[in-house]
């Protein structure tokens, strides 16, 4: 599919007003994060690829709002180079072994669920080793900012659950008590 910008046509990826415009820039090699993932901090990971992504307008293809289209769509071919796009910047920033494990996905969306899966929900034992790291912080000799901005951190690092639905069917309640 093309776009019109006065008498010239522009390719779908070449127009800045839609989610299939690729920058020049924009490829395969490009890493938009510095953390690679290797199966530790995942939120810190997730926060990163998000922003990046979204900055790049591309959330679409991981969050399953942009699905798939036909074949015989007029839209299929940039979606589908948009999506190997983002399937790329993804193994760019994984670690050996996570990459491997999720390599032969097809579609950014997918393998953005299967590391979701994985990694996305503490454990107990891993949300006590955060509570256990919590009090041990100490203040000693640093200023008050810095010893707030370690415990932000880790803080930070416990994932409490949220709302995710309007009119809150998404059991909320059940994944506090999980976590509990």
């Known amino acids: 599919m093309a776009a019109y910008e006065g008498n010239r046509v522009v390719e779908l990826t070449q127009d800045p007003s839609t989610v299939y415009y690729i920058h020049p820039s924009d490829n395969n090699n490009y890493k938009f994060i510095n953390d690679v993932f290797d ?14 992504l979204s900055t790049k307008n591309k959330m679409s293809f991981i969050d399953g709002t942009l ?3 036909q074949s015989t769509d007029v839209t299929y071919k940039a979606w ?17 072994i996570t990459k491997k494990s999720v390599f032969f996905y097809k579609t950014a969306r997918d393998m953005w669920q299967d ?15 955060l509570q256990e790291e919590i009090n041990e912080v100490k203040q000693d000799s640093d200023e008050i900012a810095e010893y707030f901005a370690k415990l932000k951190v880790l803080w930070d690092e416990s994932p409490m659950p949220v709302c995710e639905c309007n009119g809150c069917r998404c059991n909320l309640t059940t994944k506090f008590l999980k976590i509990q």
């Open 115 to 129: 590391l979701e899966e994985r990694y996305g929900h503490v454990s107990s034992a891993q949300l006590y080793a």
């Open 67 to 69: 699905p798939k289209p």
């Open 80 to 96: 589908i180079r948009c999506n190997d796009l983002v399937v790329g910047w993804i193994l760019g920033v994984l670690g050996p």
């Open 39 to 52: 199966g530790e901090n995942y939120s810190s990971w997730k926060r990163s690829m998000i922003i990046g």
